[in-house]
């Protein structure tokens, strides 16, 4: 199915038309047109309570705050009057709707406004020569922790990105916050003499997408992406899943859409692709809080460099170890005393080597290219990582993996096995975070349940370790019987 593109706009828009080869070499506009989409509606009965909008009492109470963090009484004055033009300039239905607050709530119980949490910082150093791909599966894989989960129902906290790696896992906002500053790094590292900067600018998204509720994407050139997903939608998708859109944030200024609202109040489908997305130059559309440079903007809460852990081989094959004695005995316990269950190790080791191109694939490598190595430190540390197998072990959310174009089914390997067997099963990829996930994982998809005479299984465990102990994990369960 090829959905056919949404009528443009008479009014180019900067961030539309900026296509490069990243872009195309990312394939996020081509993949929009390619893929296939499945629409699923469910109606609650009875239906939830909606969540209370935050009041202009309730910012005031944030700008109060965060007086003492540079930011002076002009600037707060400044920032009262503007809150109040944008909800007057807003079309009365999409004020209420929108979130406008443009300080957030930090570690620290105080407030900070929104473009200090912006600023350019490079990757690791192993990946500092990768390609913009691998730097957004990189961020994807670090693992996702809800902020009611991780601060005992608080409200959202956004941490800075030494706080996100320091903790090791996070939500929206520190996905999105880590990969803008990212793309920041890459694109003043990668600017040609000629290119124009406003054209490489990164910005923050906030706004309500299905099914995520309230959400932080990243905009780059067109591209807007799931950070903590690593699922890029071109701006004029007819599939992006972003509804609306309250605040486009850069490191020198925040933009309030007071454009109206995509969908029909009461709604429950919308898309912001036909939003206007000229955000620096449309003011009808977009209020700039910054007019003049008559306010000075505070300092930006970021590092310049950032400190990433190392990650221990050992660590790493103690843990592909562990999951997969875990697995076999949960395999043999969801299959009971009624079954024989026997693994053929050989074909195991088969789609092992097939787990491996698929991580070498996925990061961006040639299917023959060697994985990125550790650190010299990590490889001669005999210790293990500060991250024990126990500390992993919390209860976060894990993500399933994106599907991988450049993946074919009919492998060499998968060939190979089929030749003498029929073959059901499939590969599993999720960023660690504990063993019972894993598991849990693996028995939702019933491969296990195979009452067939001589069925075997074939199992396979593959991780492959990141910097700052961040770890890719495949598992390929098949049940193999014979032809």
């Known amino acids: 199915m090829n959905p056919k593109s949404p009528p443009r706009s008479s009014e180019a828009s900067d961030t539309e038309g900026d296509e490069d080869d990243d872009t195309d070499e990312l394939g996020v506009k081509q993949a929009a047109h390619e893929a296939t989409f499945l629409k699923l509606t469910l109606l609650l009965d009875p239906v939830l309570p909606v969540a209370s909008r935050t009041t202009d009492n309730e910012g005031a109470e944030a700008w109060t705050s965060g007086a003492g963090n540079a930011q002076d009484k002009p600037f707060l004055a400044h920032a009262q009057r503007w809150a109040i033009s944008v909800r007057n300039s807003a079309p009365a239905n999409a004020a209420r709707y929108r979130n406008y607050n443009f300080f957030v709530r930090n570690l620290s119980h105080g407030a900070t406004f929104l473009p200090r949490f912006l600023r350019a910082q490079p990757p690791p150093p192993e990946l500092q020569s990768a390609s913009l791909a691998t730097l957004v599966r990189y961020v994807s894989l670090i693992p996702f922790l809800d902020d009611w989960l991780a601060f005992d129902g608080d409200k959202d906290v956004w941490s800075t990105t030494q706080e996100f790696l320091n903790m090791g896992a996070g939500d929206h906002e520190e996905h999105a916050v880590l990969l803008a500053n990212y793309f920041m790094w890459y694109d003043h590292r990668h600017r040609k003499k000629d ?86 130059s449309n003011v009808k559309g977009w209020k700039p809080f910054f007019t003049t440079m008559n306010i000075t903007l505070p300092p930006s809460v970021q590092r310049r460099e950032l400190t990433y852990g190392d990650t221990a081989p050992e660590f790493v094959e103690q843990v592909e170890r562990e999951l ?37 694939e996925a990061n961006g490598q040639d299917r023959h290219q060697e994985p990125p190595a550790m650190s010299p430190a990590a490889a001669n540390n005999g210790q293990m990582s500060p991250r024990s197998t126990k500390r992993l072990k919390q209860k976060v959310k894990m993500k399933l993996a994106l599907p991988l174009r450049r ?4 492998s060499s390997v998968l060939r190979e096995l089929q030749r003498s067997r029929e073959v059901c099963g499939l590969p599993l990829h999720v960023s ?40 890719s ?6 049940a193999l019987v014979p032809l």
């Open 407 to 410: 993946v074919h089914p009919g």
């Open 473 to 478: 994990v495949w598992v390929y369960l098949a």
């Open 195 to 280: 290119e124009d900067h406003k054209s490489s600018r990164s910005y923050l998204v906030l706004g309500h997408s299905v099914p995520e509720g309230n959400i932080v994407f990243v905009l780059r050139r067109g591209v807007l992406w799931n950070a903590s997903t690593g699922v890029g939608y071109a701006v004029s998708d007819p599939h992006l899943p972003l509804r609306d859109v309250s605040l486009v944030v850069s490191s020198k200024n925040v933009f309030a859409n007071v454009q109206p609202l995509t969908f029909a109040s009461g709604a429950s489908a919308g898309s912001s692709h036909d939003l206007n997305w000229d955000v620096e």
């Open 324 to 360: 997969r004695e875990a697995l076999k005995l949960a395999v043999r316990r969801w299959r009971s005393t009624h079954f024989a269950t026997n693994f053929n190790e050989a074909a195991g080791l088969q789609l092992r080597e097939h787990l491996l191109v698929l991580e070498r």
């Open 432 to 471: 660690f975070t504990d063993i019972p996930r894993v598991l849990q994982l693996v028995e939702n998809t019933n491969i296990h349940y195979n009452e067939r005479p001589g069925v075997e299984f074939a199992l396979a465990v593959y991780v492959c370790g990141h910097p700052n102990c961040v770890l």
